[in-house]
């Protein structure tokens, strides 16, 4: 119950970011696209997946997807970067649901993960990106 | 971060501080403003429960030992000043922002891009170590 009443104020809208650091060495992209392998994984067939590989296709010179029900770590080989999309959270009743966590405490593929379902599988991981 | 491989140019407001800012210690000290811009466009007012929504982990500091970095902190109305948005702990990256690049800003858009550029850099780590 602590948990969810914490969850609630959690949710309030986090829109924009005003300060930031680190640096980033990545190479400018050639002839317009980046030199990466990206996966992304969402649900097939839904228009943000469409939105978000619409863009990155774009963006990088391989991109691959995946169905997040169904996919299992090997799927991932031969991708340099794992883009997990779980949406928005769902909630069911007064519970959010929680996300299938795919990839596990023992893998080491470069992974992002987005928005608050995101975060809540970096908490599962024990990642200080989690949620709380 | 914000330099390559796009550079990000945020176009910069400034927004209210939060009232919930206040309650967490140096609080009572922040401006009556900060400085911020947007990542995601949203259609509602500054400081209200916005869609799409966005999710910050407490604040915390980067760490070497922990090889954790906090790249970006975000402006919410439930949590502290300083909670952060955008952060990586091994090989894992928390892009805290929920809308697709469609609804993202031309500089949210960049940003989005160079973040999984620098997340490639960290292949072997596990987060379980």
């Known amino acids: 119950m602590k948990r969810q009443a914490l969850f609630v104020v959690g949710l309030a ?22 030199g990466l392998r990206v996966l992304y994984v969402g649900y097939p067939g839904m228009e943000r997946e469409k939105d978000f590989v619409g863009f990155l296709e774009k963006h990088f010179t391989k991109l691959g997807k995946a169905d997040l029900d169904k996919i299992e770590p090997k799927d991932a080989e031969g991708f340099d970067v794992v883009v997990l999309d779980y949406g928005e959270l769902i909630i069911k009743g007064n519970a959010i649901v929680s996300p299938r966590v795919v990839f596990g405490r023992e893998y080491s593929r470069p992974v992002l993960t987005i928005g608050a379902a995101g975060a809540l599988v970096c908490d599962s991981l024990g990642l200080k990106t989690g949620y709380l | 971060m914000f330099e390559k491989p796009y550079k990000v140019e945020p176009v910069y407001e400034w927004w209210e501080t939060p009232l919930n800012y206040r309650s967490y210690p140096g609080g009572k000290e922040l401006p009556d403003e900060l400085k911020v811009w947007r ?11 916005t869609r799409p929504y966005g999710a ?74």
Do not use: H
């Open chain 1, 13 to 34: 809208a986090m829109t924009l970011c005003y300060l930031a650091i680190a640096s980033c060495e990545s190479s400018a992209p050639a002839r317009g696209k980046i």
């Open chain 2, 39 to 49: 990542v995601q466009k949203t259609t509602e007012k500054p400081g209200e429960t």
């Open chain 2, 56 to 129: 910050v982990s407490r604040d915390w500091k980067s760490d070497k030992k922990l090889d954790a970095e906090a790249l970006a902190v975000g402006y919410n109305n439930g949590k502290m000043s300083g909670a952060v948005a955008v952060g990586r702990q091994r090989n894992f990256l928390q892009w805290g922002f929920s809308a697709p690049p469609s609804n993202m800003t031309d500089a949210g858009r960049k940003f989005f891009l160079n973040c999984i550029c620098y997340i490639a850099r960290f292949e072997g780590r596990v987060p379980g170590t």
